[in-house]
DNA sequence: CGCGTTTGACCGGCGC
DNA sequence: GCGCCGGTCAAACGCG
């Protein structure tokens, strides 16, 4: 969406914006502000652009007004120019209060732009399950409701057809995934097969600082590959999830070229089997966050504006990057602070999704895993030098991020995208926590620590 | 002996 | 068309 039509559409005070453009010393987000507040929205400022000049005494300066301020100071008498000095100081005092309430004002402008983009998301994507409706239906014996949400959800409702390995050489398998025509049956409507599509593709790129080779992410996963990326001393290496036959869950796992002690995960896929608690966390957030993706791959959508958008409160933490080869949400958990804060508090009342989006399971325990997460240094930068603990951190971190009222809320569009009307995913969600609690004590990741060679 | 890792080879996509 | 590079395969190997 515009910016200046979304302003318009939100009924923001748009004479603000000559303002904002005056002066900008906070710095950081001065970019988007400025761009916001540019003259090209004429048509927004023009009526405002008068007001400075007629008040140029008054508060509202802009950069003109500014230049025509002190051209003329170099020519007055040596007396009056600290006169003016001190005017143009204490201006720019009260420009800076009110360039803060002005950030004040444009936060919640961005609010209700993330509540509105979210409800039409939802909107859109309700839309699509009653022109396609049970893509899932063929999945769900396969692997009950609770797991997480099958947005590469292909290769799942393809097992029953794509039996045994989940192989993609050419050689060996026909059905490759990735085909458009193994996306989905022909039942399925042709929006959801590209949504689908690019959702496939979605990954989820995990920045944790560890010692470990791995990351414990309570899943089980065999490693299948390693190599020497470009640009990187420090191997890649591929991980299969091995919890279920034929999952088609890939993670790679990668030490970061400039800071070898942040191993940085990559997700890909969906599983097609129950999860784990403590593996819930970080599916669903793949999962969500490969949902936002399908909501950024929207055309005109400003990928960072949308990660903002969508993770407001973990934009520090989250991005997402759209570039080539497939987009990728990256939480970035190397960072502490705000997010470490929710990540070590209490993780029992996770506020999942409002009533009006969100499916039955989700008020349910489905993030269960979280309550695992007990470690108090979860999302801080203190490594962590067991891959229990790195399990919490992975866990709080996901916690953070599902705890945060607009990631519910994206959370609940990917699952009424998913998922639909589908609705008796609580009793499979009480199944699979039977199933895997133990599981999620033994952290079920590879067990051997010697597979990441440096 | 079974399972998982290692590692060189192979394949396909992509840029030049 | 060619080479580079990422991703995957599969035989060899190690370990319990």
């Not at 999962?287 to 990660?307: R, Y």
């Not at 470690?375 to 067991?386: E, Q, Y």
Request: glycine residues 6%; aromatic residues 4%; neutral net charge.
């Amino acid at each position: 969406m515009d910016k200046g039509h979304l302003l318009a559409f939100l009924g923001l005070p748009l004479h603000l914006h000559g303002r904002m453009s005056a002066d900008d010393p906070g710095g950081s987000r001065r970019s988007v502000e400025v761009d916001f507040f540019s003259d090209d929205n004429k048509q927004t400022c023009v009526v405002e652009r008068d007001e400075p000049r007629a008040a140029s005494s008054g508060l509202a300066i802009n950069k003109e007004d500014l230049t025509i301020n002190l051209l003329p100071a170099a020519t007055h008498d040596e007396e009056t120019k600290p006169k003016e000095e001190v005017e143009l100081q204490a201006e720019l005092g009260r420009m800076n209060e009110e360039n803060h309430r002005l950030r004040g004002m444009l936060a919640q402008v961005t609010t209700s732009y993330q509540a509105l983009q979210m409800h039409l998301l939802t909107l859109m994507q309700q839309a699509q399950h009653q022109q396609a409706p049970a893509p899932l239906a063929a999945v769900a014996p396969i692997a009950p409701p609770p797991r997480q949400l099958q947005l590469d959800q292909q290769p799942a409702s393809n097992s029953s057809t794509e039996v045994g390995s989940p192989r993609r050489s050419s050689s060996t398998a026909n059905n490759k995934e990735d085909s458009p025509e193994a996306t989905g049956g022909p039942a399925e409507g042709r929006p959801q097969q590209l949504d689908q599509a690019s959702m496939r593709k979605a990954r989820v790129s995990v920045r944790a600082r560890s010692e470990a080779p791995i990351i414990a992410d309570g899943c089980q996963w065999r490693k299948y590959g390693q190599k020497m990326a470009k640009g990187n001393p420090c191997p890649r290496a591929y991980y299969r999830c091995t919890m279920a036959n034929a999952c088609p869950v890939r993670k790679q796992v990668q030490r970061c070229a400039d800071d070898r002690s942040i191993l940085i995960t990559t997700y890909e896929g969906t599983h097609n089997h129950p999860l784990p608690p403590a593996a819930m966390a970080m599916a669903s957030t793949t999962s969500a966050a490969a949902s936002m993706l399908l909501s950024g791959s929207m055309p005109s959508a400003d990928n960072s504006f949308l990660a903002r958008a969508v993770l407001p409160c973990s934009s520090s933490m989250a991005t997402i990057s759209a570039s080539a080869p497939f987009p990728t949400v990256t939480l970035d958990l190397t960072h502490g602070p705000p997010t470490a804060a929710a990540a070590a508090r209490p993780p029992a009342p996770l506020p999942l999704l409002p009533p009006p989006q969100a499916p039955p399971l989700y008020n349910q325990s489905k993030f269960s895993g979280l309550h695992m997460s007990s470690s108090p240094d979860a999302g801080t930068t203190t490594p962590l030098p067991t891959g229990i603990g790195l399990a919490d951190t992975v866990s709080a971190a996901a916690a953070a991020i599902t705890a945060d009222p607009n990631f519910t809320v994206a959370l609940a569009a990917a699952i009424t995208s998913i998922i639909g009307g589908g609705g008796q995913q609580q009793h499979g969600s009480s199944n699979n926590n039977n199933n895997v609690t133990s599981s999620s004590n033994n952290t079920a990741t590879s067990n051997n620590t010697n597979s990441e060679t440096q």
